[in-house]
């Protein structure tokens, strides 16, 4: 499995790293969750665009990734505008979802790009070779709050990303019960063993939490903690985190 390197930090080998999002609709609001950031020392920042009430106004929308770069610039930013489709808070149509994707990209803000799988659809590839021709490095994602596929099924899925051009693919579902979160597991422990490259896996809700802790064990090289706010359901915040993380890795070098 290839490792990839962004700003320094290294995702795909070592502890799963932890990222923190940002979710405020205003820019003062975001600002004062980036603020916070700093003395928690995540290794990433996600900034959840699809939060801000501006997305779609493409020079408010750059004037606030500018503003998010400055609030924080040695961290490794990640931007992300989830659809509603796939749990996000805004209702646009495929063609702006791209448009604010292709901004973002080439905006010299982002580090690297979350872009939905089945969203960008046909896309995907031409969208990839524009993201590294502007530096950015892409996480393709699927999302299910409903429910978790089969094994078999969530298998395809990152199979499916695994075979594009991307850097990371990214998997959340639902779970409606303890087998539920043993099959994400055991589709990322498989997945893992012939991937090639990094993959980020969880379990949503409070029956998924252990998901978020386990990922060295399984495959999982980055999670999601809070910071006062969360943009999904069950993460938990960063210092716990963090602690329970280190409780499943005695003695184990970084």
């Not at 939905?116 to 990839?128: I, N, W, Y």
């Not at 386990?214 to 903690?225: N, P, R, V």
């Amino acid at each position: 499995m290839k490792e990839v390197t962004v700003r320094g930090l290294t995702l795909g080998s070592g502890r799963p790293k932890i990222c923190v999002p940002v979710v405020g609709r205003s820019l003062p609001e975001i600002l004062s969750q980036a603020d916070r950031l700093p003395p928690l020392n995540p290794d990433l920042c996600e900034w959840r665009v699809d939060w801000f009430a501006g997305a779609a106004d493409p020079q408010l929308l750059l004037s606030a990734a500018r503003a998010v770069r400055e609030a924080l610039p040695r961290l490794p930013l990640l931007f992300t505008f989830r659809t509603q489709a796939e749990g996000g808070r805004q209702s646009l149509s495929r063609e702006q979802y791209l448009d604010i994707c292709r901004l973002l990209m080439t905006s010299g803000c982002c580090d690297l790009i979350d872009l939905e799988l089945f969203t960008v659809g046909d896309d995907a590839v031409s969208l990839l070779e524009e993201a590294h021709a502007s530096g950015v490095l892409v996480v393709l994602s699927n999302h299910d709050f409903e429910a978790t596929p089969p094994e078999e099924e969530l298998l395809r899925r990152l199979s499916l990303m695994d075979s594009l051009p991307a850097d990371l693919s990214k998997i959340a579902v639902m779970p409606h019960g303890p087998e539920d979160v043993l099959a994400l597991l055991s589709a990322t422990c498989r997945a893992r063993q012939t991937a090639e490259h990094p993959i980020i896996t969880m379990s949503m809700g409070p029956m998924g939490a252990v998901s978020r802790v386990c990922g060295e064990l399984f495959g999982s090289c980055l999670t999601f903690g809070s910071a006062g706010h969360t943009s999904a359901p069950g993460q938990i915040p960063v210092r716990e985190l963090r602690s329970m993380m280190e409780l499943l890795r005695p003695g184990q070098p970084d």
